[in-house]
DNA sequence: AGAAAACCGAGTGAATTAATCGGGATTTAA
DNA sequence: TTAAATCCCGATTAATTCACTCGGTTTTCT
């Protein structure tokens, strides 16, 4: 039950975006400084970001980042699921999956796996950013 | 947010069990052919399981796999704890893991995944193998 | 023009995962 | 007492994923 370092350093680098929210586009690599990410890596982890609309880019010299919506606008879930991509606890349950494994409906542990994901998803839709830079 | 397949596959397994607690040992062959498992591999799963006592082995022709304690006494949690080791969305909240990484305290994000964690834990604490027979 | 920055896809080494393999130990039944 | 069934256990391998790296292009500001 791990979330990947792609998912781990996406929310710390949001949230380092939320905190200079309204302070202009912040350049990637004073982000990736400030967090000890390398910064190539954090090119890949924004590069979907964008394409996800929670993030606007500002090209050119005096470039950066900013948060596309307010804070309180971007949960936690939209980032990681950007990232990693639907949240599952194993494959025959991910969510917007409409069709299911082959050993289904007779499959008893099924429920386990969906009760966990939707939990999991609860949380991560709980928490925005606003929540986490309010401490 | 993924569980491995050695998880997923123990969960089966031991539901199996769960499913012919009282009828003897079932020797593991039959597992894995009803869950469409390798059998050596699900040897490999069961040899931790017994080691942490959630099931009881005989040896020798008519031997086999028992659950060492009702299934209502095996939480889905003890599974995947002895299959995957402590739940953790992240390395540095680990469960039983007192010391915190460098950047804590100063790290806000940190509270997202100990409130992940701490959740996980209590859905798969909260279902045993009793809850999964009786659908 | 030159510097600073975002954009983009391809490639790579290491680690992890998911098995496979080979053989040994124990017990039961014929 | 021998053969068959079964668990026991470590080693090895194949496939996949992960965490980066790289080389280069485009855009914008000064």
Redesign the pocket.
Known sequence: MKI???GEYGVRAMTTLALEYRAGPI???EIARREGI?H??L??I??PL?RAGLIT?????????VLAKAPDEIKIGDIVRTLEGPIAPVECVAEGNEESCKRSPACLTRGIWERLRDTVSEVLDDITLADVITN
Chains 1, 2 share one sequence.
């Open positions: 990947t370092a792609k350049p990637l690599r390398s190539r890596f090119e890949q924004f590069l964008r880019s500002v090209r050119g010299a005096k470039g950066g980042y």
